[in-house]
């Protein structure tokens, strides 16, 4: 708790949360996945929250208390939600995007003021890249900042002098969770290598594509659809690779079963900021190998997986761990270990004080009018 929230007194009513966040169960991108959990969370009888939906929403927010779901139709979206977003006036606009809605926010508190505060999460490291646009505005204008590691944060630091709170990302445990005990697999013919995640040029599905040349009896597997998607295809004919399968888009439950069938994580990505699948690997007992340079908190180098400075490092720790069924039993072990110091229930309670040291320093020290 900061020092200026010992001094104030926490809010008595409920507090009210817009999010530009989709409720929808079959949403599975990362920053709407956090959202969700959170949400589902927040106690209804403090938190009012307000968010989109388009589809089917998830079952554990369509039936919270004090929870409005704006639907997501054709036309005029822009304008309805923004309209959410004033009348009346949320406490809180929470984690910001890049989107038509966000600018309109932005844009709107020139006239209108800031009596709803905006806490902006950040889950991309920041580089001359990456902190540009509404992203670097979310990051200036924030009334509270928060990071979703410790390297995001340090390079929020570096890029614009500011102090973000970390608070990472949990693991949904309903369907990431260990396999049952099974005797070690010593044969690599019999091994199973998986990655999940977007197929864009900075996730470098082809480097997959070649170790699947590398390793021909061991299975490939790719989640996810992306736009090197075709260019990944192409690459793994050019190879002759039949033993690697493009799955597709995976809803959670059927990434956790994958994730279980697999023996090894491979994460090729060289831009990121904390990501998820890492830590939904680690809690499926899944040893990864990552790229070092975003750092992540989700993987311990050397004892839940590898993380790799160089592409040669990356193609040498994964043959480590095909060619090593002790070790990869030994990392799988204590990834599923490391994974339980990333629990839900304990991450929401720190944005629940979170949500109440801003609303509770804005009422103290009148920092405009607040929801009624």
């Excluded at 924030?142 to 990071?147: H, I, P, V």
């Excluded at 491979?266 to 975003?294: D, K, R, T």
């Amino acid at each position: 708790m900061t020092d200026v929230a010992m001094k104030t007194k926490w809010p008595t009513r409920p507090i009210t949360i817009f999010t530009p966040s989709s409720a929808d169960e079959d949403n599975t991108n990362a920053q709407n996945l956090t959202v969700k959990e959170i949400v589902a969370r927040l106690p209804p009888e403090q938190f009012h929250v307000i968010m989109i939906s388009e589809g089917r929403p998830d079952p554990r927010i369509a039936t919270r208390g004090n929870t409005d779901l704006v639907r997501w139709t054709e036309h005029w979206n822009t304008v309805r939600l923004l309209r959410r977003c004033f009348f009346p006036r949320p406490d809180i606009y929470f984690f910001p995007r890049s989107g038509p809605l966000d600018r309109a926010f932005f844009e709107s508190r020139k006239c209108l003021g800031k009596s709803t505060a905006l806490i902006s999460y950040i889950v991309m490291m920041m580089n001359d890249v990456t902190d540009t646009g509404l992203i670097g505005r979310s990051i200036i204008e924030a009334d509270r900042l928060c990071s979703n590691s410790k390297y995001v944060a340090e390079t929020v630091r570096e890029k614009f002098g500011l102090d973000s709170t970390i608070v990472h990302d949990g693991v949904d445990r309903r369907f990431f969770f260990p396999r049952r005990e099974s005797a070690p697999i010593r044969n690599p013919d019999s091994l199973v290598v998986l990655y999940a995640g977007s197929l864009q040029p900075r996730k470098r599905v082809e480097l997959l594509v070649q170790e699947a040349a590398r390793w021909p009896t061991v299975q490939f597997r790719v989640a996810g659809r992306g736009e090197t998607e075709a260019h990944c295809r192409a690459l793994s004919r050019r190879h002759d690779c039949s033993n690697i399968s493009f799955l597709g888009h995976l809803s959670s439950r059927q990434l956790g079963e994958e994730m279980r069938r697999a023996h090894v994580f491979l994460f090729p990505s060289i831009l990121e900021g904390h990501p998820q699948v890492l830590g939904q690997a680690a809690a499926c007992g899944l040893p990864a190998v990552a790229m070092n340079v975003y750092r992540p908190d989700y993987v311990l180098h050397g004892e839940t997986g590898f993380l790799a400075d160089s592409d040669s490092e990356l193609t040498q720790y994964l043959e480590v761990l095909l060619r090593d069924s002790w070790l990869r039993q030994s990392m799988a072990a204590a990834a599923g270990r490391h994974s339980r110091r990333f629990d839900w229930d304990r991450i929401v309670e720190q944005w629940i004080e979170i949500f109440r040291e801003v609303v509770a320093e804005r009422e103290t020290y009148g920092w405009g009018e607040t929801a009624s």
